[in-house]
């Protein structure tokens, strides 16, 4: 019986398997033939020699700079709308305040990016605004409830004592709570910042502008070598906003 339930599950993960590839009506026998291995080969060999023209070079520079406006601004809206969720989200506007801001949190955040870019697409037109309309939706739902837990976390003691002395709300919070959140609030925005750049290069794939918008036509025109050097210029914007945030982490929340 023992050994009869260790063989069931690889059993049934490999039925899976199996079945996965019969219901995918799978031919991998063209794709790992002569000539499927050969297109292939083909096909990959034209990213081995990028588009190194300066005419070329120019137009990714500015789609660089398009996607990197696109992630900042998008990021900055979506600290802005999140943090003024999160406030009633968190439980200082009473019960029913809480109830509708985590239920309109939860509704920005389960509609994925590119869902957000077609829509935007629609109602903005294409171009770098749909992007970043999109990024800030998506990322407001996400910041908003990490900064409405982040709150219910912190404690009240300094601004409930500023309160006391004379304060108003907004001052002690500013004053009292603002202060211990901060650090938080600063690493969940960047880690979010580098996610958006990862994202803004993809939302051009439904005309939503930046970097993805070139790769998305060089590969529909098959002009391989021009999207290889698409695909090297996100990499590279990719590990200087890494750095980048590395550095802004150590130096505003850690230090």
Not at 26 to 41: E, H, I, K, V, W
Not at 93 to 112: T, Y
Request: net charge positive; aromatic share 8%.
């Amino acid at each position: 019986m023992r050994s009869l339930s260790r063989y069931a599950l690889p059993s049934l993960l490999l039925a899976a398997v199996v079945g996965s590839f019969v219901y995918l009506q799978l031919d991998t026998g063209a794709l790992f033939s002569r000539d499927g291995l050969g297109q292939m080969a083909d096909y990959a060999s034209g990213f081995f020699s990028p588009d190194l023209s300066p005419g070329h070079l120019k137009a990714i520079g500015h789609g660089a700079l398009e996607t990197l406006a696109m992630s900042a601004v998008g990021t900055l809206l979506a600290a802005l709308l999140g943090l003024l969720l999160a406030l009633p989200a968190s439980g200082r506007f009473g019960l029913l305040a809480k109830g509708a801001s985590r239920l309109l949190l939860n509704a920005l955040r389960a509609i994925p990016e590119l869902v957000w870019a077609a829509l935007m697409v629609l109602a903005a037109g294409l171009g770098p605004n749909a992007g970043t309309l999109a990024l800030a939706l998506h990322t407001a739902g996400v910041l908003g409830r990490l900064f409405a837990e982040a709150l219910e976390n912190t404690p009240s003691g300094p601004a409930d004592a500023l309160r006391l002395s004379g304060c108003n709300r907004i001052s002690a919070f500013c004053y009292g709570t603002l202060p211990i959140l901060w650090p938080q609030l600063m690493a969940y925005t960047l880690y979010r910042w580098e996610n958006n750049i990862r994202m803004a290069s993809v939302l051009g794939f439904v005309g939503a502008g930046g970097l993805g918008q070139m790769l998305y036509m060089s590969l529909s025109l098959f002009q391989e070598a021009q999207a290889s050097t698409v695909i090297l210029a996100m990499l590279l914007m990719v590990l200087a906003v890494d750095a980048l945030s590395g550095w802004a982490r150590l130096r505003w929340v850690r230090g």
